[in-house]
């Protein structure tokens, strides 16, 4: 695609990259067959291409308008779209640096920036989002189903404020990322994680003061935010990369695919750039790890559920991971269903359940119904937020498959 991007843009790192990235993309169309908004909602403006389109010419200097903006909110950041490019377009990155500009240069009205500030300032805190959801569960009797559906209970083994894993002494010992939400409404992810990894002879570390991994931030267009909690992170585990730790295990999908996002995120910041690289070069998500380590299954429990595994888009295409989980639970025993459409996003993605409740619920209602098709006795995915937006509609239990696996060996 020939560009013509404005000259002040193009003597930034953002602008160079946006103008490499626009000229990889051929214009073909075949993105818009995987796209799920574009399925949803028919509008050329409402696909990759489209919207590819409308961030060339926002750098090209054409006038914003909050249409542009609409467009680019309806964009589940799913990247779909870049599995199935075949010129490598990369997407995600795009569509970050339009965001940003369109921002800058629109203004939301007083509910739309509330909402979208009070998510920032809300998710990323435990003790804060905790409090909510105590008041949301006292009150969830008298409140409307649509806000009731959205409430999560408390893991009641999750105690407060930090989880304690088991600990154990191994020569081996990885980090954890602790989580921000997961945390609260399901704490026996990382404790299913510890038990399974002892088994394998690996010691988890926990830090307590490191929540979030700032995702939240940086899908809502706070970029200076997101920077300031990857550099705490960074700065609070670096001694742990100096004593040698062998990886930083990411439990929530889209917390992994964050992480090794960090490098990119400070390549031009002279002081973090090598830290920000070695911690994206640590991080693993957990299923990366349990694939390259011999799983004790226990032979004699041969009467195992079966599962619908939903492979949440951070897993399949923003790491490219697709088809690891499900090995590791086939290899655990466990029965797999087929799911149709399984390269389709559930709806939750990040906060988009929240800012765009209509199309992220017929999302889910499609999924659900996919994943609930042949009949599984479990549904499990690897992403807290696809975890409990599915657990709103689904009639089976949802976990997380570490917990299959913590089950399965011995
Ligand atoms: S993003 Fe890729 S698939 Fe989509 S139009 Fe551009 S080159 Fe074609
Ligand atoms: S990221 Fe997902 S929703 Fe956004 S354009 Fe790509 S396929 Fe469509």
New binding site residues.
Partial sequence: ?QTNLQENLLKTPQGQEANSILR?????????ATCPTYQLLGDELD???GR?YLIKQVLEGEPVTDKTRSHLDRCLTCRS??T??????K?GRLIDIGRDLVEKQTSRNLTEGFTRLALRKIIPYPQRFKFLLSLGNIFKPVLPSVLKDKIPGIEPAAEWPDINLPSNNHSRKMLILSGCVQQTTHAQTNVSTANVLNKLGIELIQQNEIKCCGAVSHHLSAPNEAIKTIKHNIDTWWHHVNNGIEAIIVTASGCSVMLKDYAHLLENDENYALKAKKISELAKDISEVIASENLPVNKSNNSKPTVSFHSPCTLQHGMQLNGVVEKILSGAGYKLTQVKDAHLCCGSAGTYSILQPRLSKKLLINKISALQKNRPDIIATANIGCQMHLSTKSDKPVKHWIELVEMAIC
């Avoid at 990889?24 to 818009?32: L, Q, Y």
């Avoid at 199935?84 to 377009?89: A, F, M």
């Fill in positions: 695609m990889s993309c051929v214009h073909c169309g075949f993105c818009t696909s990759p291409r590819i779209c870049e199935t490019c075949p010129s490598g377009v997407y």
